[in-house]
């Protein structure tokens, strides 16, 4: 497979593997300069030692998936640049991206197909060849297919394969217990705010329309050190071109450094700050009333709702300025309807946070953003077709920041022995997409019905599900545990099966396609060998599929023959697609003239509901609310996690390069708690949290930069898996120290920043 | 070819990393080895803070202090860029010293810095650093046009920043790194100075070609005159020796 | 170790009329060998960093280890005299910042000196004027040398620009006046044929007589009061 690549000579090469930037034309005269050898006695450049190969694919380091080309050499990659016609990357990416080349090379990747045969969590393993592995899983999972029927078996993906396993496989096996975290881990509570204010998710790339953009305003978003490539590159753009950017963050991040104004609030105050804005936004008729006379219904309703939220009332609580707070409603006022509040990705923090994200869309409607240029866009799916394929036994809904935008249906999926979604949704809460988290229970309880098996595809269980202790509990009663990953995560330790992947440059996958302003769809094309004995999921969903009598939805052999059939349907190519670029860029219907009559709000009432019968009906408030959150008990900060700019989740701590530009992270610690402490810059301690969970040590970062009632650390360190040779004990955990979460009642989402910990100086 | 300069516009950059990333892979750098580092910057007592990324990494002065003091000729500049060719690198370190940046670092033992992707340029591309920036923080080109768009950012930052300026257009005998500031420099940690010191100067252009010339004609002149002395003393000993045969002689008459 | 008292050899071959006095003895000899090794290793090396086209053996970084061995050797000169022969390094130390009537006008006669004519010269003791001076000379710029070269060797890479120019430059202008020193030592003893006193340790005494009457008397004095 993946034989038929470009095959580009040195020179073409050149032009290729240099012409990332903006817009490089290379004159003839550079390219005999090219030519030419370099100086007698100099290591000799990777891109003069051969053949250059240059690959069309999309990146995997995040999940922002930017269009890359993969320069290699007789057989390995060098370099990874953006490919300049994608419209995520343009030509350029992040340090992760650049870290992708190392993330492939890593000598600790997991090499060939183990089975267990020690304990759980033991991590002995014994290597077996494919056919013994998928031989042992299949025959388990029919064992238990046939006792607990098939939504017995809960799928968990992330990363860029999880459709083979959490959406595909889950489907065709009959399981409504697919999940992935970036649902009701990440963006649960910003979608389904969403749907029920607009009639739509707001989809995995945030449809900010950055090109006309004049105020932007961030909740919590941490542009920067959350290194989103075309979020940086738009946000510098919007910048430098004078917009206003107003930054709301308990913590002075690289952005709030960047804004005109900051805005440190009280962590978990946000709502009531976003109601005393729509409080001054209506009271001082700043908000765009054409529009929302046009678009939206409920507005008398929210008017009397916010009329005692004034800023004075906020600063109250969030211990901001009144006058900071009216003033910056203001200048968002003054931009509109070019002035948006960026929706965020990672929302799942107090539990209360699909009410937080209502108010955040509100306040978007309010301005009349959406369907504006400069505002919000209507992103759009690209159009072609899916493979064809048997009515799947189960209709999917697993989500995710990769999901397509859709309705919610109003009932349930239902698999095959007849048992809906054992997470709790309709009961626990209200609805969204399949919450990862509430499928652990059921794991230890047995309720509502037991799930017996657990495949995890790409999923970091152990960093990424709320409250590990629970999690492993969860793992000692399962009948099967199946893990396909790349690297020896800690939760490798605990599989009963390892399946070994191929990294994206090592296998050919399936099209990816972006609900976008200009909808597209990538290639996916392989650069080189697979590492070792590992596979590609398809091949492994493939072949799980044959041996668990799924064959009418494996007719296709390899990737490319599925990707060609698809490709069909509009007139495309592999040949035409890898000649042109590897992207196939569609039009759009960004803005609300392309709608002509139709309404692009997809809500009951074609309009945007600022109020919301919906809500209503099911018992929840109808307009955003503030609920005070749990204050840290004296002595206790509360705990706040993020992103540094080179690590992706709990993936990348390990990948030499990215762990070469920070080793482990820090505990950011006001200075003047520091000083009360008798706590230094560079000193190391454990951090204890509530319930007596401790992580370390971990340096202490004493800084200006955050306010005295919480702290900061950067998410996926304090590993505890020693085969992680680099990652392994450096810093602390903040997964670990996450042992609460509170369930949001309305998208199932895990509020995680409830937690507190308290600083123990290292003995 | 023409005189070249990177521009690195502080008021952007949002310290991603992506050009750490990108120089690393791009240059193949070995383990620990880096070119460029970000510094992160904090002003200000919470919550009245300003704050900026130093983009640290060589600077290529036009009159680079670290190519003067350079024994080996290992650094050494080309299209305004400062060059650095290891193999011929001894690691003294003079260069580690010299700098009015703090740039260069021994790396195994040689000399360890940015030398503007000489190869990758060479052959028709730009710095790798350059191609990946996200924010557009970075770009490289021919200098004039390079001080043009700088005094353009500049123009255009005023409103935000008072003290915006264009940093590098003559310090050092002008930077191959024009940098567009969102403050004075010595508040960004940067050098309101960087020029050679005097010391530098004379060490190189007068101590050192002193030394060797003094020392060379100090040979000569001893080695000429070694050969007249020596016969002069021959003389003199033949003198001395026929005075004293003579004497002996007039003693034995006696 | 040699006797205390430089003695008068005995003509012992028929051959062999001429008279020889012992200058320097074997432990004098040694720390002199060791010096003279010392500081060409250093010289060598050092200009290999110093001179561009000599910087191309200086490369697999061997001249800058035996630059580091010269200098702990050259270091330990002084140590080493003390040790084998303390009475000479105190005399050497004493004698050349030492100068009498005779040593001026020595130095106003150096001219003809310089150029070979000993003969004639104010009577110099054991050493003559200008050895004292070269000696006071090699003393001085060797501390300076040291001292310098320590500070570049220890703050390498923290000394900062204004720090190794000067430190360089002392340690370059040192080894500019030891090196012509050095060229000044050889010549006189190559047109005084005086090689031999490091080597066997002894000069001819005709030799002697004519450059260190001063000299000669206290030995041929001394000899007698032994006798």
């Known amino acids: 497979m993946g034989k038929v690549q470009l095959q ?365 240029e400069g505002g919000i866009y209507f992103n759009k799916s690209p159009y072609i077709e899916a493979y064809p394929h048997p009515p799947f036994a189960v209709a999917g809904s697993a989500g995710g920041c990769s999901a397509e935008p859709g309705a919610e249906s109003a009932e349930l999926p239902v698999g095959p022995s007849g048992k809906a979604r054992a997470d709790g949704a309709r009961t626990k809460f209200l609805r969204g997409a399949t919450a990862m988290q509430e499928l652990i229970e059921p794991m230890i309880t047995g309720e509502p019905y037991p799930i017996k098996a657990l495949i995890v595809y790409g999923t970091n269980l152990l960093n990424t599900v709320p409250n590990p202790a629970r999690t492993l509990e969860a793992l000692k009663k399962l009948d099967l545990v199946v893990v396909i990953d790349v690297l020896p995560m800690e939760h490798v330790a605990w599989a009963d099966v390892v399946l070994p992947e191929a990294t994206i440059l090592e296998r050919f996958d399936d099209l990816w396609t972006v609900a976008h302003k200009t909808p597209y769809i990538a290639l996916r094309d392989q650069a080189v060998e697979p590492y070792a004995d590992t596979k590609p999921a398809w091949w492994m969903a493939r072949e799980l599929g044959l041996r668990v009598g799924l064959e009418k939805f494996f007719k296709w052999e390899t990737a490319e023959e599925f990707v060609e059939t698809r490709l069909k349907t509009i007139g495309y190519s592999l040949e035409k697609l890898r000649s042109e670029g590897g992207v196939i860029v569609q039009k759009g219907k960004p803005y609300l003239d392309d709608f002509k009559s139709n309404s692009p709000f997809l809500t009951k009432s074609g309009k945007i509901e600022l109020y919301s019968e919906e809500l209503a009906l099911a018992g929840h408030d ?60 560079g000193d190391r301690v454990y951090v204890e949290n509530q319930d007596g969970v401790r992580s370390g040590p971990i340096k202490v970062k004493v800084t200006q930069r955050i306010r005295p009632d919480a702290v900061f650390m950067s998410h996926g360190f304090g590993r505890n898996a020693p085969q992680l040779t680099l990652a392994n004990g450096r810093g602390a955990s903040d997964a670990a120290l996450i042992s609460r979460y509170t369930l949001d009642p309305i998208s199932g989402g895990a509020g995680m920043r409830i937690n507190f910990v308290r600083i123990v100086k290292e003995a | ?159 935000r920043y008072p003290k915006a300026r264009v940093y590098g257009e003559t310090e050092a005998g002008g930077l191959g790194v024009i940098m567009v500031l969102p403050d004075d420099p010595e508040v960004l940690d940067l050098p309101a100075n960087p020029d050679v010191p005097l010391l530098v100067k004379t060490w190189q252009q007068v101590v050192q070609p002193a030394a060797l010339s003094l020392t060379a004609l100090s040979v000569a002149v001893t080695g000429v005159a070694a050969v007249i002395a020596r016969r002069n003393h021959m003389q003199e000993l033949k003198q001395l020796h026929a005075q004293q045969t003579k004497a002996a002689q007039e003693e034995s008459q006696e | 170790m040699t006797t205390a008292n430089p003695v008068m050899e005995k003509p012992n071959r028929e051959r062999t009329e001429e008279e020889k006095l012992l200058r320097y003895r074997v432990g004098q000899r040694i720390v002199h060998a060791v010096l003279a090794t010392s500081f060409l290793m250093l010289l060598f090396t050092g200009l290999m960093i110093l001179w561009q ?125 030891l090196t012509v020193l050095l060229a000044g030592h050889l010549y006189f003893t190559f047109v005084y044929k005086a090689l031999s006193a490091m080597t066997t340790g002894y000069v001819p005494k005709e030799e002697a007589l004519i450059e260190h009457p001063k000299w000669v008397e206290e030995i041929e004095h001394q000899q007698a009061a032994h006798d």
């Open chain 1, 622 to 681: 109808p307009l955003p609310v503030y609920t005070p959150v749990e204050e840290p008990p004296q002595g206790y900060f509360r705990l706040l996690y993020g992103r540094h700019p080179v690590h992706t989740f709990a993936k990348t701590q390990n990948t030499p390069l990215l762990h070469q530009l920070n080793p482990e992270n820090d505990l950011w610690l006001n200075a003047g708690v520091a000083a009360s402490l008798g706590i230094e810059d």
């Open chain 1, 8 to 372: 580009i000579s040195r020179r073409t090469f050149l032009k290729s593997a240099f012409a990332g930037g903006a817009g490089v034309a290379l004159a003839a005269g550079q390219l005999q300069q090219a030519a030419a050898a370099p100086a007698a006695g100099t290591t000799t450049p990777w891109y003069y030692r051969g053949q250059i190969k240059s690959t069309y694919s999309v990146c995997d380091m995040c999940p922002w998936r930017c269009g890359i080309i993969a320069q290699s050499v007789e057989g390995r990659v060098f370099k990874i640049d953006g490919n300049p016609a994608d419209p995520k990357s343009r030509g350029m990416l992040c340090a992760r991206g650049q870290g992708g080349v190392s993330f492939m090379y890593d000598p600790d990747r997991l090499r060939s197909p183990m089975l267990r045969t020690g304990e759980r969590g033991e991590g002995k393993f014994q290597e077996v060849t494919w056919e013994e592995a998928l031989d042992h899983t299949a025959e388990k999972l029919l064992a238990i297919k046939e006792q607990y029927g098939p939504e017995s078996v809960a799928i968990f993906g992330h990363t860029s394969g999880e459709f083979w396993f959490a959406d595909y496989f889950a489907q065709a096996w009959g399981t409504p217990n697919a999940a992935k975290p970036s649902s009701s881990l990440c963006t649960s509570p910003r979608e389904e705010a969403s749907n029920l204010t607009f009639g739509f998710p707001v989809g995995g790339h945030e449809p900010v329309d950055w090109a006309g953009l004049r105020c932007l305003t961030l909740i919590g978003s941490h542009i920067g050190e959350d290194s989103r490539n075309t979020v940086m590159q738009d946000f510098a753009n919007a910048r430098a071109r004078g917009a206003t950017v107003i930054v709301v963050d308990p913590r002075f991040s690289s952005v709030a450094a960047k804004a005109d104004y900051w805005l440190p609030i009280k962590p978990g105050t946000d709502t009531a700050l976003l109601l005393a804005w729509i409080n001054v936004l209506i009271t001082e008729h700043r908000y765009d009333a054409d529009y929302i006379a046009q678009w939206a219904q409920g507005f008398e309703e929210l008017a009397a709702h916010v009329a005692d939220m004034t800023p004075e009332w906020a600063a109250a609580i969030t211990e901001l300025d009144a006058e900071l707070i009216r003033t910056t409603a203001r200048v968002m006022a003054d931009n509109l309807p070019q002035s948006v509040i960026m929706p965020g990705r990672h929302v799942t923090w107090y539990g209360n946070d699909t009410q937080r994200m209502r108010a955040v869309h509100i306040i978007n409607a309010l301005l009349g953003a959406y369907g504006r």
């Open chain 3, 53 to 177: 086209p000599l910087t191309l053996w200086a490369r697999d970084g061997t001249s800058g280890l035996i630059h580091r061995i010269g200098a702990v050797l050259f270091m330990l000169v002084p140590i080493l005299y003390l040790i084998v022969d303390r009475r000479g390094a105190k005399e050497l130390l004493v004698e050349s910042f030492t100068y009498d009537k005779d040593d001026i006008a020595w130095f106003k006669h150096a001219g003809r000196y310089f150029l070979g004519r000993a003969v004639g010269m104010p009577p110099q003791g054991r050493l003559n004027a200008g050895q004292k001076l070269h000696h006071a000379g090699v003393v001085i710029t060797s501390a300076t040398v040291v001292f310098s070269g320590i500070f570049m060797w220890y703050a390498k890479g923290n000394l900062g620009a204004s720090g190794l120019a000067l430190a360089a430059s002392i340690h370059d202008l040192s080894m500019l006046t």
């Open chain 2, 1 to 159: 070819m023409a005189i070249h300069a990177f521009l690195l516009d502080i008021s952007r950059c949002i310290g991603c990393e992506a050009c750490v990333a990108a120089c690393a892979t791009g240059n193949e750098l070995p383990a620990g080895m880096q070119y460029i580092h970000l510094i992160e910057q904090t002003r200000g007592e919470f919550p009245n803070l300003s704050g900026s990324f130093k983009n640290h990494r060589c600077y290529h002065c036009t009159d680079a202090a670290c190519v003067k003091v350079c024994p080996t000729g290992a650094l050494y500049k080309e299209d305004g860029m400062t060059r650095l060719n290891r193999e011929v690198c001894i690691g003294c370190a003079y260069c580690t010293d010299a700098c009015p940046f703090d740039v260069p670092r021994i790396v195994d033992g040689r000399s360890s810095k940015c030398d503007a992707c000489a190869s990758a340029t060479a052959a028709g591309g730009k710095p790798w650093c350059v191609q990946t920036c996200p924010s557009d923080a970075l770009r490289y080109g021919e200098r004039q046009e390079i001080l043009a768009e700088a005094h353009r950012r500049v123009e255009a930052l005023k409103t």
